[in-house]
């Protein structure tokens, strides 16, 4: 069993920051990538940046240059840093990670979502 932890989210003004917080744990034998995907109301689920174990990171085109995703191994945690939130950017953040529970099981798991909510 593992269990993906959000925090973090809450009301921001347009301009502002936040920083978002995940935490793994639970049976983890190791953890792959990590990532945040984010869901607005009526829209789909979508991807917003992913980071490898080994520190490689990707971006939805929507957020480089503004937010910046960074993990600490050590902790199982990955972290979202969001600068010059738009409007556009509301939404419920979710974490996600690709685990492995032992060398042969392996699964993706997510958490229970943190919202952003961004004020013009």
């Known amino acids: 069993q593992v269990q993906l932890v959000e925090s973090g989210g809450g009301l921001v003004q347009a301009g502002g920051s936040l920083r978002l917080s995940c935490a793994a744990s639970?049976?983890?034998?190791?953890?792959?990538?990590m990532g945040w995907y984010r869901q607005a109301p009526g829209k789909q689920r979508e991807l917003v940046a992913t980071?490898?174990?080994?520190?490689?990171?990707n971006y939805a085109d929507s957020v480089k240059g503004r937010f910046t995703i960074s993990r600490d191994s050590a902790k199982d945690a990955v972290y979202l840093q969001m600068n010059s939130l738009k409007t556009e950017d509301t939404a419920v953040y979710y974490c996600?990670?690709?685990?492995?529970?032992?060398?042969?099981?392996?699964?993706?798991?997510w958490g229970q979502g943190t919202q952003v909510t961004v004020s013009s």
């Open positions: 996600n990670a690709d685990v492995r529970t032992s060398r042969y099981s392996r699964g993706a798991y």
């Open positions: 980071i490898t174990s080994g520190g490689s990171t």
């Open positions: 639970g049976s983890i034998f190791s953890i792959s990538a």
